[in-house]
């Protein structure tokens, strides 16, 4: 199967790199504080979701009630603890197969962006490597509404100019899949709960197979 694109908008996390290990050592340094059960099962329906909303998902099991004021200074605490075990962080961390694929989609010709829910999005691109490399970069600053809504997605086809129509997504959570074919994009599955959750296009056998379909 081939597809017909333009632009090529990629997830960040799982898709071009891997930070979940560091999302949940973030999560359960708070959760513990907080006397909150967390476990990686809990940690698995934060894929994909804004660090609010996530933060909702776990103060579910909590016995107690949280002031707005509170849980943003939660949610703060939580960002500076991911944000320094990103630190470790480096080139490394960006596999040759992404960054020889990545080159070689360039070379075709095509618009590569980015549509991540993050707001650590540019961090971790230059803790990889990668700080200069995508045509235009949507994330967490970016939005008011995290996916399954399409915001960050038509945000970042709009950065390149690109209609949804002729821009493909890859991603590895279902609701970036929900996402992408909310706002009229073809839905490419990598990895993660996207893969083989029946509303995508495409299911990637690996981040290479984009270059035997696009």
């Not at 632009?7 to 071009?16: E, M, N, Q, T």
């Not at 939580?78 to 962080?89: A, F, I």
């Not at 995508?200 to 270059?211: K, V």
């Amino acid at each position: 199967m081939k597809f017909e694109k333009k632009a090529i908008i990629f997830d960040l996390d799982g898709v071009i790199c891997f930070t979940d290990k560091y999302h949940y050592q973030a999560w359960k340094m708070l959760a513990d504080r907080l006397g909150i059960y967390f476990d990686e099962k809990i940690n698995n329906r934060l894929r994909g979701v804004s660090r609010m909303a996530s933060l909702e998902i776990i103060l579910e099991r909590s016995t107690k009630e949280y002031t707005p004021e509170e849980k943003e200074a939660f949610a703060a605490e939580k960002n500076e603890n991911y944000r320094e075990l990103l630190k470790n962080m480096s080139p490394a961390d960006l596999s040759d197969e992404v960054k020889n694929t990545l080159d070689e989609l360039r070379r075709r010709g095509y618009k590569l962006t980015i549509g991540s829910s993050s707001k650590n999005t540019k961090f971790i691109l230059s803790r990889i490597g990668l700080s200069d490399f995508f045509d235009a970069i949507a994330d967490g600053t970016d939005i008011t509404r995290s996916k399954p809504d399409p915001e960050v997605f038509l945000i970042s086809a709009a950065k390149v100019g690109i209609d949804p129509a002729d821009c493909a997504v890859v991603e590895d959570a279902k609701a970036g899949i929900q996402a992408a074919k909310a706002g009229g994009m073809t839905a490419l599955a990598l990895f993660g709960d996207a893969a083989g959750c029946g509303l995508e296009d495409y299911d990637l056998a690996s981040f290479s197979d984009l270059l035997n379909i696009l």
